[in-house]
Antibody
């Protein structure tokens, strides 16, 4: 079964750090781009970061550039999101998702999603 | 940055057709995807590449994209289709992936 399972969420104070993990199974992880998408409570979806198959290409939404780092370990079938200098506005459910793997990774869809992990930034 | 505009809500009676628009500047020149999110669940892809359906998605779900509007169409709407729907695309001008604000579909 194709599956993504996120972990690492929790409560953290403003200015703190957190590392999210996403474990993949059921597919050849190293062949796919991966992405992180977040959803603040009661709000819509917001793309956060993408990473290509070998980690040589990474993209970030402007609001997290310089604070968040996406990475992956293909030997462990996992993708990570290191979040530093956290702000109250980073409070959200964070989903990892797989890019579908069509003709182009850039304008392709996110076709497999994890169940999400909640990050709460509050004092 | 590229902006995708969706109406906050759409209502339709069971058995009727729901059309959910997603507006953007020359969006017809871009590739649009659609996601369904039910309460308490992760999003799920329902249409990709403007009009293709992933396996397991009913034929009742279809998509189109032209000019300044992409549209998700759900025919013969069922109570189980109640959900939030999001359009999404890649903005090549700044290598950002963009979601619309989402539309809540209510089945009356």
């Amino acid at each position: 079964e194709v599956q993504l399972v996120e972990s690492g969420g929790g409560l953290v104070q403003p200015g703190g750090s957190l590392r999210l993990s996403c474990a993949a199974s059921g597919f050849t992880f190293s062949s796919y781009w991966m992405t992180w998408v977040r959803q603040a409570p009661g709000k819509g979806l917001e793309w956060v970061a993408n990473i290509n198959q070998d980690g040589s290409e990474k993209y970030y939404v402007d609001s997290v550039k310089g604070r968040f780092t996406i990475s992956r370990d293909n030997a462990k079938n996992s993708v990570y999101l290191q979040m530093n200098s956290l702000r109250v506005e980073d409070t959200a459910v964070y989903y990892c998702a797989r890019v579908r793997g069509g003709r182009s990774p850039y304008d392709d869809a996110f076709n497999i999603w994890g169940q999400g992990t909640m990050v709460t930034v509050s004092s | 940055s590229y902006v995708l505009t969706q109406p906050p809500s759409v209502s339709v009676a069971p058995g009727q057709t729901a059309r959910i628009p997603c507006g953007g500047n020359n969006i017809g020149r871009k590739t649009v995807h659609w996601y369904q999110q039910k309460p308490g669940q992760a999003p799920a892809l329902v249409v990709y590449d403007d009009s293709d359906r992933p396996s397991g998605i009913p034929e009742r779900f279809s998509g189109s994209n032209s000019g300044n509007t992409a549209t998700l169409t759900i025919s013969s709407v069922e109570a189980g289709d109640e959900a939030d729907y999001y359009c999404q695309l890649w903005d090549s001008s700044n290598d950002h992936w963009v979601f619309g604000g989402g539309t809540k579909l209510s089945v009356l």
